[in-house]
């Protein structure tokens, strides 16, 4: 029988690392995007897990299951670094003369602003959230993870993924678009995306199955 997926990454099959990538590398981005709001950073999220992945390969436990779980792990703790990192340039920047005047732009980036007002909006209500609620929102909903894949992933509890997924999703009805009233029943909206003006999170696919 074929080594699984798992024992050939612990091995440091370079085609068992290919294969990982090919299947897990988009995921990984869209978790660094959620978590950091930044498409440079989302980027370098997916370049360090990897990275680390390699380097740690004799972490990996051995026997049977999916790899994606100890993979996110890995994207977390990386990303927690990245957002460490990025404050510390921010407030060293903040320091800094203000820069004398520049071109304007507005008109190149016009197109742009569009495309990311989602984006600022999805941030600035995780914002509000606290760092653990941001990561259960991020692996349960936006990369389907069930309870104990993001458990495994995080190093807590099944409990204590619930109870923070739970509160995170109360949080974010009260941060639904100024004026609106929160609905008290659960958002409606296609399965793992974000309702109306995505500043709400729902259920993941699968959590409808539970």
Known sequence: MEPSLRVRVRAGDPDAFGELFDECAQGIY???LNLTASRADA???VSLTFLE???HRDRLDPGEGPVVPWLVG???NVTRNTVRAARHHEAAMSRLPPPG???DFTDETAERIDATADLR???DALKALRRGEREVI???VWSELDYAEA???LGVPVGTVKSRLSRARRKLRKLAAPGEQAAPEEPVAEPGHLADDRSVAVRSPKEGTR
């Open 53 to 55: 992945a390699w380097r």
């Open 121 to 123: 909006r999805v941030s």
């Open 138 to 140: 991020a692996l349960c």
């Open 74 to 76: 890995i994207a977390v």
């Open 151 to 153: 458990a495994k992933a």
């Open 101 to 103: 005047s520049v071109p």
């Open 30 to 32: 869209g978790l660094g």
């Open 43 to 45: 980027e370098d999220v």
